[in-house]
Structures are given as structure tokens and as C-alpha cells.
């Protein structure tokens, strides 16, 4: 027990070196034993290395697993293993090749300490050798000091002869983390200051450097790679501090119920991450202590033992461990909640064994039956809910059933028409399930169902729902297109069957009520608008003589043959020529006919009109070409032209044709009628103003001459004071008794001024300007109008043109002018009245008021 106390788990001693002849080292070599103990009766034990090219046995023997090559006649590495505890312990090894020179007399003082020295440099074209390569420095994570902790050192053959002087430079040292590792300026010995940390930085690539003291430098820079070697520093850790899942009663055995993970922060690939799973306790542990197996390697949950009942043991309680080292090391734990869930292990039921139900011949989706069924399972859970399917007596899929929304019944309907001529009952056997398996093997339940088809009175039916017959389109009235025939399905009531047209859109067609002859009423026309890809489609019907009738439709397809009924037409009524250019107006033509019966076309000009007009087929025969013949003047003009078809068929067709001089665009100048220009609808607006006005005048005048015979005149200002009402006339003629003259008279001065102008001459003395022609451009419209526009306003020759009418002939004896005014004898006549009418009379008081100076004004 004494030694059992003082005994402390590890390796035998700090450092192993294992001492070789050779400098090659062949695969299986064998190397020396390892001694490690972990103060138990073990004497094996799991053994490690960092360096992939040799193994441990169990039993602490290193062989070599790969070949090595000792460089610089030693090699460094490390090994592992763990206590009882799951402790890893570390111990440094090193392979060392007899008589070897690097080993100076600093290993002597230090001799866990390796001396590296800086590759000597090559003379001429040398290699440098393989040897002069550093291999990497592995340093354990965690490690306890005391620090700083000398692990290497470095060297330069210089040094004999001059002071050199060492430093060292990346990560760790002049880098972050600055002051990680330091070397000795003197002696080049490197050193570590604290733990390192490989979760935080697995390596750290150094370079040493070699400098004379005062001078340059002695060597190049040299690679050191410090590595830092995993240890077992953490344990696993699962994603979730606690676990729920559901399994079902009766879960057979390797059932998965549900998977836990956990990860380990160390190296993976190594033993440190190794995990390996276990179940340490189960609550309640009945009906056995083992209900429930884990898989070690991916933390899969199963069901292992039999007895899962939800009534006695709703829930279960698991413990599970998560342990690193191959289950060996470091361990974290969770907890898993398995909670049963009820089972189907109770069948549905029919509530009877037998159903009856009936449904009409030829409905579709009507109900048929009701089924219900009862389940002795947790309601509304999938091992509850009912389905139902139909296994017997339903070859034709005529019946469908569904599950009711309560999930306790099944509902049939019929999918197809039932036919009671052929089938009057039916008798269908319907099982029923669950949504989820049987838990267990059970018996399922079945029930008959027995459907009786009632008749209905059903509708004739046309041999042929298609008919198809094929005519032309001028076939004669009372013509047979053909004979339509139905069947009346109810053999069994033994009615009539008669015919009628339930749809003709032209009304063309009738049929026989008894014979269900179709024959033509009217003409048919294959050009009508309800002719669709030169069919007619007309819908009959056939109907029975029962109490309550039923009709049956079929559809007859008339194919209309194109015959040459309608002659060719032309298309423009309206058409142009260029009276100088000769160039002809073409015209197009259509036909209703097919192609058969339309072009090639021939045309003819009617011999009253041939002798101005002349009229060919262009080349491809399908439109006109018509030609003036003749000199004739610019105007409208009436063509009549006979166009026929192929087969002769053909009629006149009235052409408008305009004869007229053309711009340079081909569109008539002006449009002219015989030769003359016709003139503005401006001027006839103007002329039609000025005969309102004169219309007006000859009234006025008319009326003035009646009141002078009734003698009204004598007061005229009177009676119209109030109306204030001037009558005006601008003429001159015979006096108040001059009653018969002839005003034709009036216009005799025009002849004396040859330089007064008409309103309906145009002027001869002025020139006109010129306007431009329409452009071909369509953007110099605009400039077009604007300048036509300017050069109208100022065309002196353009109408409506000034005119001044001139009437300065008082004819001859009149006593009513004004020149006989002052030569009235009639001294009776009192004037003075004229002051008190107002100012607007003012004029005319001061003329025939009477006064002193009344001839003088005269």
C-alpha cells in the first residue's frame, strides 16, 4: 500500500534516446521500449506519436512504420499516454546516429537541449546538401515551466573566430505575440516564457539570424518551425445541455428515437477528439434497466428492449456521457427526455356489418351511404384517424369514398353515371384502416354495402353524336341532306322517339318529327358569316313522349361545296388620272368564291363609255388597269366596267373617275370641274351673306311701297320712335310717286367706271404670286403651310375679291330726290317736331326746322 501511494503515473524518465548505426532506417525496424506505468496491475497501455513514420506497440515497443532518413544524425519527436484518470502524459524521444558531430559541447552541459547549426555555404557549382535542413521543434501545449524554458539552440561555425551575435525574428518573438519566445544574443539558445495554447495557435515559423559583431551578417537566416504538440485540455461538449424526443409504444427493436452530438476542442484526428458515447442511467429503469442502447460512435439513440407501454410509463429519463480518448479521457454529459406516444395497437370498427343505399341512374357525385366506425386509440392521433378504401365489387371505379371530417366515418359517392338498364344493384365490401400502421398484427374490420339503382327517364340518344355530311351550297330547297336516327335507352317504358332542330343559325334546314329526315328550308350560302372553315354546324334534337320529357342532342356538320354564285366585284367606287402623265388607276377586285370559281378575271368597258376609256387585266389577273383614251376636260367622270371570273359569272360596277392635272407628288393641283376652277367654299359663304342682305332689302322695300299706298306713311317716326328702327336703302331712284321704275337702270354706271371691280371677276390687272409645290420630306410640312399661308394673304388676285358697287343714277323726272327738296311748293309741311325726338335727330331738325339758313345748307 506504501508503494501504492508513493507510485506516480508517467513515463520512466524526461527524455528516451534511442541510439541507431545506421543513417537510413529501414520499415520494422525496431528501436528500443518505452517504460510508463499508471500505478495499476496494467501493462499495456495506448501509446501515440506526432510523427506519423514510427509506431508504438501496446506494450511500449517503437518500431519504424516508414523509412527514415536521420539528416543531420538525429531526429526529435515526441510520445504519449494517459493515466487511469485520463491524463496525457508526454515524454520527448530522440533518434540518435553514432559518431555524430553536431553534438557539441553545449548538449554535453545541456543534454535535452539540441544544438542546430547554420548551413555551411557551397564553393563553386556544390549543392547544397539535404542535411542543413531544420526539422521542426515540437512543443507540448500546457506545459508547466518553470519558465523561461530553454528548448533549442542555435549555432554558427563563426563563432570560433569572430563574436557573433544571435537574434531571432516572426510570430511569438518580434511579432504578435511579442515576447512569446526569446534567444540569447550570446550563446543563440531559444527560449519559451509561458504555456502555449494550441486551440489558440498550433505553430509558430521563426527565423534565427547570425550577425558579426560591428559588421554584417555571418550566416543567412534560418527556419525554425515550433509546433506545438495537442494535449488533452478539453472535454467534449454536446450541443444541447438537454434533450426531448418522442417513441411510440411497441417500437420494435433498433428503432432510432432521436441523436445527440458533442464536439471536442482538440486536434481532431488524434485521441484527444475521439469521442465515444454511453448511456451511465435510465429513469425509470422498468420494465428493464436497458430499454434504450446508444450507438458509441455517432450518439444514435435506439429502442433495445420490449414493453414500451404509454399507460404505465408515459416518459423515460436518460443520462448520457460523452468521453474523449476513445472513451477513455475527458467526459461531458446531457440529459434526454424520451416521452412514449400512444401506438395503433387497437383496430378500427364498423359499427355494422351491412349498409344499404340508393342512388338515381346516370348521377354523378351524389351520396350514396354513410359509414361510421369507432377506435379504441387516442382520438384525433394518426393511430385514431380512419381511412377507407373499397377492396371488392367496384371493377369500373364507379363508387368513391372518403373520410368524413370527424375522421371517424366513410362517405361513397358515386364517381360515374349508373346505369339502371344495366346494372340494378350493386354490392361493394369496404375496409378500414388507419393513417399509420399496426403497431401489432390486428385483424381489420369490413363492411357490405349494397347500392339499388333507381331508373330515371333517360334521353334518346343519337346513333352518331357526330354528323358529318358533305353538299353544295346551292342545293335546291326540300333537297334531302340526310336522315338522323336515336335510340331510346329506356327500353323497358317503350316511348316514342321524335326529332326537332334545336339550333340553326340561318334558319336554312328543317327535320321530320317522326322521320328525323333533315332536308334544306332556303338556299344555302357557303359565304355567310356563320360558316366556319366551309362547315355549318346545326344542332339537333331528339326527345321521348314521357310524362316528363328528356332530350337528347347530336350535332350535324354540314360541309358546303363551293359553287359560283357570286360574280367579282370592284373594290374602289372612286378613282384618279392624270389627265398629261397617262397613267392608268388600278383598281382590285374581290370575289366570295373559292379559288376555284374567282381568277383569272376578265374586264370590259361598257361601249358607252369605250369611247374616252379604255381597261386590261394586269399580269397576274386579279386587278384592272383602266386608261383615258381620250382628250378630255379635267373633271368627275362616270366609267361603267364589267369584271368576270373564270367561269364567266360577272356584273357592272359604276367607277367615279377624276380627270385632272397632277403635282409632282401625282395628287391633283386643284379640283376642277369642266375645265374651270371651282371656286372656294369661303366665296360661296361670302356670296350666299350678301344675297341674305339683298333678299332682305327688296322685303323692306316692298313693304315701305304697301304702307305709301294705304297711306300709313304720314307719321312714320311716330309709331316707330319706340322701336328705334332705322330703314336704310342704299339706292337712289324716282320719287314717293315713282312707283313702276326699273332699278336694272341702277347699275348703268358700272358701265361708265371700267375700274370698279366685280365680286365675281377676278382681277387681270395684278399678278400672282407663286406657291411652292408639296415637298417630299414629311418634316417641311410645317414650313410648307406656314408659306402657302403667307403667300394667300397677300395674293391681290386671290378671292373673295374687292368690289365696290356703284349707284350714282337718279333717273329721270323723279320728284321725290333730294335736289327737289328745296323746290317743294308744299309750305304746309311742319318739321319743327324733329327737335324733340333727340339728338339723334339733331341733324335732320337742323335741315328741315325751318330757319333762316335752311337754303343755304341746301
Known sequence: TAEKSSCKPGFESDRIIFKVNRKHLKPDTRLGKVGFTNCTDRTRFPFSTDDSRFVFNSDGVLTVKRAVDLHDGRLDFFVHSWDSHGNKMTVSVMVLQHGHHHVSRDAAEHPDVAVHYFPKASNGLRRRKRDWVVPPINIPENHNGPFPSKIVQIRSDEDKMKKILYSITGPGATEDPVGLFTMDKDTGELYVHQRLDREKQAHYPLFAHADVAGSSKAEKPMEIIINVIDMNDNKPIFEQTSYVAEVAESSPKGT??????????????????????????????????????????????????????????????????????????????????????????????????????????????????????????????????????????????????ETGKNKQEGIIKTAKGLDFEKIRKHTLMVIVENDVPFAIPLVTSTATVVVTVKDVNEPPIFKEEEMTVQKPEDLPVDSVIMKSEAEDPDFARENTVKYKIIDDPENWLTVDEDSGLVKVKSLMDRESSNMKENKYTVLLGAYDNDPVPATGTGTLIIILEDVNDNAPAIVELEAQICKHQRTPALLSIVDKDEAAHSAPYSVAVHEKYSANWTAKMNESKTGIELFLKSDIPEGKYKVVLRVSDRGNLGQASSINVEVCTCLENGLCSLVRSGGKEEMSPYIWGILGALLLLLVIAVLGLYA??????????????????????????????????????????????????????????????????????????????????????????????????????????????SDGSLSSLNSSNNGDQDYNCLTEWGPRFKKLADMYGGGEDDDDML
Not at 704 to 733: L, M, T
Open 256 to 401: 432510432t428515437v432521436i441523436q445527440v452530438k458533442a464536439t471536442d476542442a482538440d486536434e481532431p484526428g488524434n485521441d484527444n477528439s475521439e469521442i465515444r458515447y454511453t448511456i451511465l442511467s435510465q429513469e425509470p429503469n422498468l420494465p428493464s434497466d436497458s430499454m434504450f442502447a446508444i450507438n458509441s460512435f455517432n450518439g444514435a439513440i435506439m429502442v433495445e428492449g420490449v414493453g414500451l407501454d404509454r399507460e404505465k410509463y408515459p416518459e423515460y429519463t436518460l443520462e448520457i456521457q460523452a468521453a474523449d480518448m476513445k472513451g477513455e479521457g475527458l467526459s461531458g454529459r446531457t440529459t434526454v427526455v424520451l416521452k412514449v406516444t400512444d401506438s395503433n395497437d387497437n383496430p378500427p370498427a364498423f359499427t355494422a356489418s351491412t349498409y344499404q343505399g340508393s342512388v338515381d341512374e346516370n348521377a354523378v357525385g351524389v351520396l350514396v351511404v354513410k359509414m361510421l366506425v369507432t377506435d379504441e386509440d387516442e382520438p384525433n392521433t394518426p393511430a385514431w384517424n380512419a381511412k377507407f378504401k373499397i377492396i371488392r365489387g367496384d371493377p369500373d371505379k364507379l363508387f368513391s369514398i
Open 704 to 813: 315701305y311701297s304697301k304702307r305709301q299706298k294705304k297711306g300709313e306713311i304720314g307719321e312714320p317716326f311716330e309709331k316707330d320712335i319706340i322701336r328705334d328702327n332705322i330703314y336704310h336703302y342704299a339706292e337712289e331712284g324716282g320719287g314717293e310717286y315713282d312707283q313702276n321704275f326699273d332699278l336694272s337702270v341702277l347699275h348703268y354706271g358700272l358701265d361708265n367706271k371700267p375700274d370698279v371691280l366685280r365680286s365675281d371677276m377676278m382681277p387681270v390687272t395684278m399678278s400672282r404670286p407663286t406657291y411652292r409645290t408639296l415637298p417630299g420630306n414629311p418634316d417641311e410640312i410645317g414650313n410648307f403651310i406656314e408659306d402657302s399661308l403667307k403667300a394667300a394673304d397677300e395674293d391681290p388676285t386671290a378671292p373673295p375679291y374687292d368690289w365696290l358697287l356703284v349707284f350714282d343714277y337718279e333717273g329721270g323726272g
